[in-house]
């Protein structure tokens, strides 16, 4: 079967089961997907910076948390590629460091946000009637506060640090999925196929999570990439402010608000990590715009 | 216009919804909170029985629906409690610290209105061009930049490099409190004075900040325009008034553009309502004395009063801004009514 898979067998106009339809499928949207130059860039960004977290003790010069005062505040070199902070610290090594927490705090409020905004969405919008009006209020109050006030309200009233960060992003970030699910849904939900689905005496919840949650999906990845960017910022601006993740972690934001000080005077200390946020930033900005043409064409 | 009329019935029955929500996400939020707010006012020193009394006093022995209740009716006449960090009430801190926020929210949108539109307009007429990738790839990196960082480069660049801007703040030590307070916005408040060297300097420490914040809404607002620009030129209006014989620029302003305009005050008024936001983080930037510097020194002194206070009010102006734009899109585009 595997020596099955090639060219010819993916993009068949006769697919023989269901798996090879489907392949054939996500290899169309890769062919296209393949022609945004680009959102292929923005790829190849995110997969950079994927591939160095996870290989941040292989890549690293250094501990980046040891401390070398007489090599403080130290212009790039050999030694320290892109410098040193000001308590000594391995710019560099910080830096790739850094990109675990920033890429693991996307992550985990995407896998926070995206089911629950999901699931929300799809409930309301099936259901109607009450259960939509209640759901869709406090989705409305929910998105009344502006995002970063409310995680900062949030993080506060917990204890600064990743964790309530996360929480705080999570629960200002999943009201827009809930829009998006429902719209989605409210499409779907008097469709022939949907229909005949009940009439075979499928439960609510299974057309729900078998029928209509995977048609929702595609606009929802959009939409997903699109906010992973403004995910990092987020979680670098509580940073900066103090409310993220705290000192001695490598975070971007926090890197920043210590070293901003500096600015002045040694100016490459803060700017390379916010360098630094404003690639991985863009590179989902560039993801997501390509993959809102390829996935989601009526939107662009 | 029945139709507006019912629509403004429909916002007067869901907005105090909200607003009521948003009351309770703040309660929440400060009963959630590790520390007690009981020791934070008297501090771990004092007797048992004043704590108990302090707290009962407080009414945070009450069960929590009650304790809800009294917080809406404090809220109801307009008492949020008081600053712990200040020492003066929220609502009187807020007061004074708004108007420097709504004058550099305020020209952050001028100036992102009036680069913004422009340049969605022309990149919409010209798609494709090398202008238009231009705008596009600004647009897309106006959307990437962290706040904090552009702020701060524009501080070394502009203030320390170059020498053409004032530092932070909202005014050299010179000119501090000189001129008398009437609407709390430095720069209406030297003019109504009269005193242009104050203007000037008020003038001068506002530019920077407001270009940065305006930055971002530059971004949002063009990609806007242009998107609904492309929707417009593609009508067959436009198509009628070219047979015609018009000129290019009548039908890209009076035509394509006045059928767009009503669409624009909606994602104008958003934008406001995000620049706000914004304002948190350059306003700590810039030491700029608003209600995002206030909101964010009340949160390393964990005065919760104030942070809720602030996020309050903030929430509020939102909603307003979302029912104003809503209003004036029913109001103006007949396809709605």
């Known amino acids: ?300 | 216009m029945r139709a507006s009329v019912r629509a403004l019935a429909g916002a007067v029955v869901t907005v105090p919804i909200t607003l009521l929500g948003l009351a309770l996400v703040t309660f929440l939020i400060g009963r959630v909170m590790p520390i007690d707010p009981v020791l934070a006012i008297l501090g771990d020193r004092a007797p048992e029985e004043v704590i108990a009394r302090t707290r009962i006093e407080m009414g945070l022995d009450r069960p929590l629906p009650i304790q809800f209740f009294r917080y809406i009716t404090q809220l109801m006449h307009g008492d949020l409690g008081n600053s712990v960090m200040t020492s003066h009430p929220v609502t009187e801190d807020i007061a004074h610290f708004f108007p420097a926020t709504i004058e550099l929210a305020t020209t952050a949108m001028l100036i992102a209105m009036l680069i913004g539109i422009p340049l969605g307009v022309f990149a919409a007429v010209r798609q494709g061009s090398r202008l238009d990738n231009v705008v596009r790839v600004f647009c897309l990196t106006g959307q990437s930049v962290p706040v904090f960082v552009l702020a701060m480069l524009s501080l070394l660049v502009f203030y320390a490099r170059l020498g053409w801007a004032p530092g932070t703040g909202r005014a050299d030590v010179v000119f501090q409190d000189m001129v008398p307070e009437n609407t709390g916005l430095l720069t209406v408040d030297s003019m109504i004075a009269g005193d242009w060297d104050s203007f000037r300097d008020a003038l001068a420490h506002l530019a920077q900040p407001a270009g940065v914040l305006a930055w971002f809404s530059i971004a949002y607002i063009a990609r806007m325009t242009r998107a609904f620009m492309l929707d417009a030129l593609s009508g067959e209006y436009i198509i009628t008034a070219r047979a015609k014989g018009l000129s290019a620029a009548r039908i890209i302003w009076r035509h394509a553009f006045g059928n767009i305009a009503v669409r624009l005050v909606t994602v104008l008024a958003l934008t406001y309502a995000g620049l706000l936001e914004g304002a948190v983080i350059t306003e700590t930037v810039f030491s700029w004395p608003g209600l995002g510097q206030y909101l964010t020194v009340s949160l390393l002194n964990a005065d919760m009063n104030a942070v809720l206070g602030a996020t309050l009010v903030v929430g509020l102006v939102y909603v307003v801004l979302n029912l104003l734009a809503d209003m004036i899109y029913r109001m103006l585009d007949p396809r709605v009514r």
């Open chain 1, 1 to 300: 079967m595997v020596s099955g898979i090639t060219r010819d067998w993916l993009l068949s106009d006769s697919p023989a089961s269901r798996s090879q339809a489907a392949w054939g499928r996500r290899y169309r949207l890769w062919l296209q997907f393949r022609r945004h130059g680009l959102a292929m860039a923005g790829l190849c960004v995110i997969v950079f910076v994927v591939v160095v977290s996870a290989l941040a003790p292989v890549l690293a010069t250094q501990n980046p948390g040891a401390q070398d005062l007489a090599a403080r505040l130290a212009p790039p070199s050999a030694a320290h590629w892109l410098g040193t902070d000001e308590l000594g610290r391995d710019l560099f090594s910080r830096l790739v460091y850094g990109g675990r927490i920033t890429l693991g705090m996307v992550l985990a409020v995407v896998v926070l946000v995206a089911p629950f905004g999901l699931a929300v969405g799809c409930v309301a919008g099936y259901a109607g009637g009450i259960a939509d009006k209640v759901l869709m209020r406090v989705t409305d109050i929910f998105l009344a506060f502006p995002r970063l006030v409310l995680a900062l309200a949030f993080v506060a009233a917990m204890k600064p640090g990743v964790e309530s960060a996360v929480f705080a992003i999570a629960l200002t970030a999943w009201p827009p999925y809930a829009r998006l699910a429902r719209a989605e849904t409210l499409t779907f939900r008097n469709t022939d196929f949907v229909a005949a689905v009940r009439l075979t005496g499928a439960s609510a919840s299974r057309i729900v999570l078998r029928h209509i949650a995977p048609l929702c999906l595609s606009s929802l990845i959009v939409r997903v990439t699109l906010d992973m960017s403004s995910i990092v910022l987020t979680a670098a601006g509580l940073g900066f402010l103090g409310m993220g993740a705290q000192p001695p972690s490598p975070e971007w934001g926090a890197m920043i608000a210590s070293a901003r000080r500096f600015l002045l005077d040694e100016w490459w200390v803060p700017t390379i990590p916010g360098l630094a946020i404003f690639v991985v930033s863009l590179a989902f900005n560039l993801l997501g715009d390509g993959l809102r043409d390829v996935l989601d064409p009526k939107q662009s």
